[in-house]
């Protein structure tokens, strides 16, 4: 990881000196710990930001044009302050040209040119976030240059409308959400309906947070991510025909979906249903076993999860099978399940701290052999959300 020293140093060779500041901002990537594919069907997740993320250098500049250089893509652009948005250029940039044009559209059009240095270190397409995170750091750092309120809450909302309207990738709220409000140290309970959150302190004490990325390229992702979204709104509409007050998915408890699911036309819709339903249950009750301490409960309910991902919702895939299945058979492995969307991306595992270095070399090893492919892992803790870097930290 290089230092903001270094960073800085990049921000200078490709834009030049100039008397005005450059400031420096971060966002994280983000964990999903448990309450997957739950966002868009109103119910609660528990994702947690992770220790890297994006860090974004910027500075105004005389005239207004605004630039935008990565240290990850090679694409780089240049554009007047007043056409930002015309034409779409399918690269990276989209992401923080989205942000902007949800930004004027809320009445915060950009004053002035800037110059934009993003410097990314979650790796790509892994799941964990890394587009929010451009998206959540570009809306946080622009809003502090111009003088306006960054309220993060508003922020996790304009990036997602961003991602939604302007990439156009149909995501729920809970990446830019957990971006935008993660606290170090502390999960984030969101209740998605209604934005209403809370932390839970995430006391690991000698367990560790260790993230296997398969590698495995998300091939299938966008498509699948939007059937598994109509599958979820068609049962909706069918469970309203008997309960009409039913605003979401996850507002039915297992009970009372146990009674209604017979009105379910087929099986799939059903095992799409149920998964919902027992996940979202899930959470709050993964949530009463971190804060009485129970790290042993809260890996099965983790186990729980990707058993319920991989042959419910079915979002699952070999790669991420195999890893899971090979983290489980490690002693110190308390729970191991997918996190995201599925499809590819990352796993996320529970272990002793006397066992990560078994677990990262047997499980990386067992995994090679049987998919080929060589995984990567990160062994992590909880960072915060969006947050202002000053000084030469
Ligand atoms: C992706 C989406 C999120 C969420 C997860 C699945 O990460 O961006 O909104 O739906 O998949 O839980």
């Not at 909880?382 to 947050?387: L, N, T, W």
Request: aromatic share 8%; charged share 25%; glycine share 10%.
């Amino acid at each position: 990881m290089i230092s903001m020293q270094e960073k800085k140093q990049l921000f200078i060779s490709h834009f030049g000196e100039s008397t005005k500041e450059i400031q420096t901002f971060q966002a994280p990537g983000r964990v999903n710990l448990i309450g997957e594919h739950i966002d868009y069907n109103g119910g609660y997740v528990l994702p947690a930001a992770l220790e890297f993320g994006t860090t974004l250098l910027i500075r105004e500049r005389d005239d207004n044009r605004v630039a935008f250089k990565s240290a990850n893509f090679p694409y780089e652009a240049q554009m007047s302050a007043d056409e930002l948005g015309t034409p779409k250029s399918g690269e990276w940039i989209d992401y923080p040209v989205g942000v902007m044009v949800e930004l004027a559209k809320l009445g915060c059009p950009l004053t002035h040119g800037y110059d934009l240095y993003f410097i990314g270190e979650i790796p790509n397409g892994a799941g964990l976030s890394s587009s929010a995170s451009i998206e959540v750091v570009t809306a946080f750092a622009l809003l502090s240059a111009e003088g306006k309120e960054r309220d993060t809450v508003e922020i996790a909302k304009l990036s997602q409308r961003a991602e939604n309207q302007y990439v156009g990738v149909n995501s729920g709220i809970m990446d830019q959400f957990a971006v935008a409000n993660g606290a170090r140290n502390n999960a984030i309970l969101l209740m998605c309906d209604t934005l209403e959150y809370k932390k839970v302190p995430f006391n690991t004490g000698s367990y560790k947070l260790v993230i296997g990325n398969t590698n495995k390229r998300r091939g299938l992702v966008d498509s699948k991510y939007n059937e598994r979204r109509s599958e979820c709104d068609e049962a909706l509409r069918l469970l309203q025909e008997h309960v009409p007050e039913l605003e979401f998915l996850a507002g039915l408890n297992p009970e009372k979906f146990g009674a209604l699911e017979e009105h379910l036309l087929g099986e799939v819709l059903r095992r799409r249903a149920k998964h919902v339903v027992e996940e979202n249950a899930r959470v709050l009750k993964s949530v009463e076993a971190l804060q009485r301490n129970d790290l042993q409960q809260f890996g099965i309910f983790m186990n729980e999860s990707h058993d319920s991902l991989r042959d419910l919702y079915e979002v699952s895939c070999r790669e991420l099978d195999v890893m899971v299945e090979e983290a489980r058979k490690i002693g110190g492995t308390l729970g191991s399940r997918m996190t995201g969307a599925g499809f590819g991306g990352c796993t996320v595992s529970l272990v002793h701290e006397d066992d990560v270095a078994r677990f990262v070399h047997n499980v990386g090893e067992a995994y090679e052999q049987r998919t080929g492919l060589a995984a990567d892992f990160y062994v992590c803790g909880v960072g915060d959300g969006v947050h202002q870097i000053k000084g030469e930290a």
